[in-house]
């Protein structure tokens, strides 16, 4: 029982980042470029505060830390800007998507033979991830916002795929928010940001609250899960920011959206829920 509530309080948490930036940012409280530093700034304090209860060091000097900040870099930059657009819902399922059908594809070509199953499944997904891309009528995503939610759920992908062989994955995190922080301040800071405290606090929040002690919570439970539960409680995520988008932000998702979410969504989970492919059989052998 305190497994999955503390499992429902981290999923809640990764939720709440979507409908946090979309409230900040299209409420017109904080620009993008602002959030984002903002964000990224509280998440380094909150953990570092982590690794120094701990009692443990922070590895900045590692190569690894390049990949980890530049992909939190596209991660941190695509999700808030594509949040002037995007609903809170729709941009959490598209991220959602992309960064499961990237891991997904990762496997496949790192020699993780998929079953006819899995691949059905992935098909599935994918179409419900175009659906939702598509423009168009019927609450379906600006082009804009979808690309850069596309461009955070890369970034992200990236990052937990470089993240993976981390021993201490707690202490990675922090090294790469704060390694991120220079990064962004090259990229984003100009004479557009705009500040309030409204948006301010936000994005303490989000940073702070629902991303770094999330994060944290997140790597001490995932040990206790096994891998395909994992990724499947994983799929409440979407729908969890959905949820929340229409009772705190009044958002409706319309029909092709919630289409696109069940395709989605169903896509994955009948593939992350396939048993592994036995060693020395390959898909085409195996009738799943």
């Known amino acids: 029982m305190r497994l999955f509530l503390l499992t429902f309080?981290?999923?809640?948490?990764?939720?709440?980042?979507?409908?946090?930036?979309?409230?900040?940012?299209?409420?017109?409280?904080?620009d993008p470029s602002g959030f984002a530093m903002i964000r990224v700034l509280s998440?380094?304090?909150?953990?570092?505060?982590?690794?120094?209860?701990?009692?443990?060091?922070?590895?900045?000097?590692?190569?690894?830390?390049?990949?980890?900040?530049?992909?939190?870099?596209?991660?941190?930059?695509?999700?808030?800007?594509?949040?002037?657009?995007?609903?809170?819902?729709?941009?959490?399922?598209?991220?959602?998507?992309?960064?499961?059908?990237?891991?997904?594809a990762h496997a496949a070509w790192s020699g993780a033979g998929p079953t006819a199953r899995q691949i059905a499944g992935a098909g599935v997904a994918f179409c419900g991830l175009l659906l939702a891309l598509w423009p168009g009528p019927g609450g379906q995503a600006d082009p804009l916002?979808?690309?850069?939610?596309?461009?955070?759920?890369?970034?992200?992908?990236?990052?937990?795929?470089?993240?993976?062989q981390s021993a201490d994955p707690t202490?990675?995190?922090?090294?790469?928010?704060?390694?991120?922080?220079?990064?962004?301040?090259?990229?984003?800071?100009?004479?557009?940001?705009?500040?309030?405290?409204?948006?301010?606090?936000?994005?303490?929040?989000?940073?702070?609250?629902?991303?770094?002690l999330g994060y944290a919570l997140w790597y001490s439970v995932l040990p206790r899960l096994e891998q395909s539960v994992a990724a499947i409680v994983q799929?409440?995520?979407?729908?969890?920011?959905?949820?929340?988008?229409a009772l705190v932000l009044g958002e409706r998702p319309g029909a092709i959206v919630i289409a696109a979410a069940v395709l989605v969504l169903g896509g994955i989970g009948w593939a992350v829920s396939a048993r592994p492919l036995p060693a020395g059989r390959t898909a085409a052998r195996r009738q799943d």
């Open 235 to 245: 799929l409440s995520v979407p729908i969890l920011a959905i949820l929340g988008g």
């Open 43 to 104: 998440g380094a304090v909150v953990l570092g505060m982590v690794m120094t209860v701990k009692g443990g060091q922070l590895p900045l000097l590692r190569r690894a830390r390049i990949t980890g900040a530049l992909s939190l870099a596209a991660y941190m930059i695509g999700f808030s800007l594509a949040y002037l657009t995007l609903d809170a819902g729709l941009g959490a399922l598209i991220l959602f998507g992309v960064v499961q059908m990237t891991m997904f």
């Open 9 to 30: 309080v981290t999923m809640l948490a990764f939720a709440a980042n979507s409908v946090l930036t979309r409230m900040a940012i299209d409420g017109g409280h904080i």
């Open 145 to 164: 916002g979808a690309g850069l939610m596309v461009l955070a759920g890369l970034g992200w992908a990236a990052y937990t795929i470089a993240g993976r």
């Open 171 to 212: 202490a990675a995190t922090a090294a790469n928010f704060i390694l991120c922080l220079p990064v962004l301040a090259i990229l984003l800071i100009g004479p557009a940001l705009e500040v309030r405290p409204t948006g301010v606090a936000l994005a303490v929040v989000s940073g702070g609250l629902t991303s770094g």
